[in-house]
């Protein structure tokens, strides 16, 4: 009986859900870094202009939140940095995950970019990342800098193909990288696609 409801009260809230698929994984190695490239058509990107969390469904009932590290606005996609080196459903979910899946989501919270234009310092872990990435983006066209560091728990081999290039994110003259810092103002290169 209690599985019967389970999955009735799972089947309600997917459908409250809204969806998204899988266009592109990078996995940064050691394999605990995923950078997820999720085309959303049902969402309206360009007026984002808050730190977003996608509340994902990684197992039955079970939801995890993800932040929409950037994003383009014109092709409906986003891009999710999801650290997975410990056990829990996410971690577990983001593993398994394929180019062509579908993601399952709710609304879920915003957080607004500090109300006053003064310099930004982050610093965090890697699950930050995302976080920090947009609000770079949320920000880089008021005359903000913002620094960043984010410590990593593995000495990471970051994919050529990696955003964070793109953002000024990374050790410069590196392959690999345990921390991740940057500083950014509105002189940093624009994401391109
Ligand atoms: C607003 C918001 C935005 C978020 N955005 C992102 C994001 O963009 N990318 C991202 O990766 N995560 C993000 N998170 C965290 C994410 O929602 C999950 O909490 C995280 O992925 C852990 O989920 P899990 O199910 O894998 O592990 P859980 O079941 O929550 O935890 C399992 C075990 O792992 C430990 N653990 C959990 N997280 C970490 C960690 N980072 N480092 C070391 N140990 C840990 C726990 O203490 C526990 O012992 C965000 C959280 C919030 C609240």
Known sequence: MANILKKVTNDIVEALCSSGRVLAIRVWQPAYMYEIDVY????????????????????????RDYTPANWLPDKNICTLYIEAGHDGPGSRWVKKLKIGDEILFGAAHAMNPPSR?????????????????????????KNIQIDTAICLSYKFDIPIASAVHRYSFGCKGE???????????????????
């Open 40 to 63: 959303i058509p049902s969402i309206n990107m360009s007026s984002w202009n808050t730190v977003k969390r996608l509340k994902c469904r990684v197992e039955l009932l079970t939801y």
């Open 117 to 141: 234009s003064e310099n930004i310092l982050c610093l965090g872990d890697g699950s930050a990342l995302g976080h920090f990435m947009a609000l770079s983006q949320i920000v880089k066209q």
């Open 175 to 193: 392959k690999c990288c345990s921390i991740i810092s940057a500083t950014i103002d509105k002189s940093s290169p624009k994401p391109q696609n």
